[in-house]
């Protein structure tokens, strides 16, 4: 496709269970970022990815979060044994060697930790 | 660490006036990037404007503007002639220009969210 695209759209789940996120970057775009929106925040830095090179993990929250990005192209984020306070906006994004900083965004996954 | 603050959480315009949201920051670097990011309702955040920390002039793209006071560290954002299409959540961004390390992240503020009346 065109743009950034995530999966799914929204997602509903208990406390306790497991979910998976999915970000499809930009053809031939090297660097995904996953960045975390809560309600009346900024976003928060949670993982980045540049080609070959060893992911930057340092803003996942805790070990409860992992993020794999396979053949240099697709990411998912996973959330292990949700917490209500896991309930977000979670924004993928991809960028080029381009334009420096400019990243093109998903649609994002919203979250609700019931 | 960098921090990027936007005083502002919501304001509103009337259509065809001019609003500026307004934006500051804190870092130690000489040389940087900053970013307003626009995220309409649809969530999927779009770059409207860009300035480099070493260029004087103003960035500007077409009814969008901003007033960069290094010194100061500031960085708003001036929207001319309003319209409805502007309604959104607008974010502030800074990077570092240095290579390695970190330096690739986007520091985001918290967002100002803009209505624009008819």
């Known amino acids: 496709g065109a743009g950034v695209s995530q999966s799914p759209s929204n997602k509903v789940t208990e406390k306790g269970k497991d979910v998976e996120l999915r970000c499809d970057p930009i053809?031939?775009?090297?660097?995904l970022y996953w960045y975390r929106q809560s309600l009346g925040q900024g976003l928060e830095f949670l993982i980045y990815?540049?080609?070959?090179?060893?992911?930057?993990k340092s803003g996942l929250p805790s070990d409860r979060f992992s993020a794999e990005r396979t053949g240099g192209s697709v990411s998912t984020l996973t959330i292990q044994r949700t917490q209500q306070e896991d309930s977000a906006v979670y924004l993928c994004?991809?960028?080029?060697?381009?334009?420096?900083?400019?990243?093109?965004f998903g649609s994002g996954t919203q979250l609700s930790v019931l | 660490a960098q921090t990027v603050t936007q005083s502002q959480p919501e304001m509103s315009v009337q259509e065809a006036e001019t609003v500026t949201l307004s934006c500051t920051y804190d870092t130690s670097e000489s040389d940087y990037y900053l970013f307003w990011y626009k995220q309409p309702p649809s969530r999927q955040m779009i770059l409207v404007i860009r300035q480099e920390a070493y260029k004087q002039q103003n960035a500007t793209e077409n009814r969008f503007s901003v007033n960069f006071q290094k010194a100061a560290k500031s960085f708003s954002l001036k929207i001319s002639d309003s319209q409805l299409g502007d309604a959104a959540m607008y974010f502030c961004?800074?990077?570092?220009?240095?290579?390695?390390?970190?330096?690739?992240?986007?520091?985001f503020g918290k967002g100002t969210l803009l209505t624009v009346n008819p």
């Open positions: 053809s031939g775009h090297t660097a």
């Open positions: 990815f540049q080609g070959n090179s060893a992911p930057d």
């Open positions: 994004a991809s960028s080029s060697q381009g334009v420096i900083g400019e990243l093109f």
């Open positions: 961004a800074y990077r570092s220009a240095m290579r390695g390390g970190s330096n690739y992240k986007l520091t």
